[in-house]
């Protein structure tokens, strides 16, 4: 069956601080991973996307890695603001075709002063 | 450049009402999709468009019905609803291949 986990469920990590969330999954065959932010209230906005021959993939502050053997990515998160308070959210897609795409449950990510 | 549009933001229904979700994008893609996300889930596919006049279900298209008569709108509709209907509904659309762009979503509980 085709899965995407995600740990933690939540976490609360202190301003200015690093964080890493991690993204399990068992979709197969496998095109492409993507983080998605979703803010409280509002649709989710793509992080980043890469594919089977991509390790790491950075958009800011944010650091996507991916390691297909394993089929395990992470989202590390550096030197957090009170912005980053939101839910992280691992796509993985099976294909071209948005019908095989597998959403995770999120992690909740809470930035305290 | 608005991008994609919902409407209603909130919605409160009793159980055996009827209504419609709807949504409109600017962008100009053939692809669209109905989302919904219940609390501590991934977000599930209802039904999807690839281009006006063709839809298609996804995984959990039981209670709902679409239509797409034009490339910018593709409408959700809810014909007898339930409390298992109760959940937070997104649009989104992209070009092939290419990124999803959601909307900001559509809250409705059914009592």
């Known amino acids: 069956k085709n899965q995407v986990e995600q740990s933690p469920q939540s976490l609360i990590i202190l301003e200015g601080k690093n964080c890493t969330l991690q993204?399990?999954?068992?979709?197969?065959?496998?095109?492409?991973l993507r983080w998605y932010k979703q803010d409280t209230g509002r649709g989710p906005v793509s992080l980043t996307i890469?594919?089977?021959?991509?390790n790491t993939k950075s958009n800011g502050r944010y650091t996507a890695t991916l390691d297909a053997d394993t089929k395990q990515s992470s989202l590390h998160i550096t030197a957090s603001q009170l912005s980053d308070s939101a839910s992280y959210i691992c796509?993985?897609?099976?294909?071209?075709?948005?019908?095989?795409?597998?959403f995770g449950p999120g992690t909740s990510l809470s930035v305290i002063p | 450049n608005a991008g994609v549009t919902q409407t209603p933001k909130f919605r409160i229904l009793k159980i055996g009402q009827s209504m419609t979700l709807q949504c409109a994008q600017d962008?100009?893609?053939?692809?669209m999709y109905w989302y919904r996300q219940d609390p501590g889930m991934g977000l599930k596919l209802i039904y999807y468009?690839?281009?006006?006049?063709?839809?298609d279900k996804g995984e959990v298209p039981n209670g709902y019905n679409v239509s797409r008569s034009t490339t910018e709108d593709f409408p959700l509709r809810l014909e007898l609803a339930a409390p298992s209907q109760t959940s937070v509904y997104f649009c989104?659309?992209?070009?092939?291949?290419?990124?999803?762009?959601f909307g900001e979503g559509s809250r409705l509980t059914v009592l």
């Open positions: 890469m594919t089977f021959s991509e």
């Open positions: 962008m100009n893609h053939n692809y």
């Open positions: 468009s690839v281009g006006a006049g063709i839809t």
């Open positions: 796509v993985v897609s099976g294909g071209t075709s948005y019908d095989k795409v597998i």
């Open positions: 989104a659309s992209n070009a092939p291949g290419g990124e999803l762009f």
């Open positions: 993204c399990n999954y068992t979709v197969s065959p496998f095109s492409n």
